[in-house]
């Protein structure tokens, strides 16, 4: 079957309108973090720009804007929209894996994603000071902490570090056999982990659980599949 020239011609138009499309799309998405951006996101905005980033990442369409932009348009002064609460894992950099630039993610990275006092120092920082408007704790699948905590790894400083964890493995109930061999148990421990986390946030930061309180801040769980780079929401 032959293609007609009015075809042809709207199959281009279309084809042009679509391009655009996602050059704007691409445009907006690369826009420099800035006072008016973190201004204009609601908490649950914010929410739903990373979970968007998450989504462009899966799919291979990052924005790749100029990093060495970013670092001038940032010198002055940052805007960060979201904190993360991520673990030491090289495979889930929060700013590639949320595809956000320089500037917008305050990052607290600890084998384990959960809280100390330093990390809620940090958040308290990070949301009461700097403005970001989410906390995102974000686990991961086949998490080397949580198989660590569960086998009860004992080596340095790791025993201690690893004892943070042990809530999260009692969490999940009674256990037939305690082995990091179980990856359904495994990727249990990590979302109870995640959970414990989120509500130890507003239980232990006064400061942060007035900003949630006051409609100013949003804390939620997240889990990175690292087979696939798709985060999903949990809770
Ligand atoms: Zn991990």
Redesign the pocket.
């Known amino acids: 079957m032959g293609i007609s020239r009015r075809q042809f011609f709207y199959g281009t138009a279309a084809t042009t309108a679509v391009a655009f499309t996602a050059q704007t799309a691409r445009a907006n998405t690369c826009t420099m973090p800035t006072q008016a951006r973190q201004a204009a996101l609601t908490p649950q905005g914010v929410v739903e720009e990373l979970m968007a980033g998450n989504q462009r990442f899966v799919s291979g369409n990052m924005v790749n804007c100029d990093l060495n932009a970013q670092v001038l348009q940032t010198a002055e002064g940052q805007y960060p929209i979201a904190a993360v609460v991520g673990?030491?894992?090289s495979r889930?950099p929060p700013e590639m894996v949320f595809d956000q630039h320089i500037g917008d993610i305050f990052s607290a990275r600890i084998?384990?994603?959960f809280v100390n006092s330093d990390i809620l120092g940090s958040l308290e920082f990070a949301c009461r000071v700097a403005g970001a408007k989410a906390i995102v704790v974000l686990?991961?699948s086949a998490?080397?902490?949580?198989k660590g905590a569960i086998d009860q790894v004992e080596l340095g400083n790791l025993t201690d570090m690893l004892a943070k964890i042990e809530p999260a493995v009692q969490a999940v109930g009674p256990i037939a056999d305690r082995s990091s061999k179980d990856s359904d148990l495994v990727q249990r421990v990590a979302d109870a982990n995640v959970a414990l986390t989120v509500a130890a946030i507003t239980a232990e930061s006064a400061v942060l659980a007035d900003m949630v309180a006051g409609g100013e801040l949003v804390v939620v769980g997240a889990m990175h599949n690292v087979a696939t780079g798709e985060i999903t929401l949990l809770g």
């Open positions: 673990c030491i894992d889930v084998a384990g994603n686990g991961h998490c080397g902490a949580v």
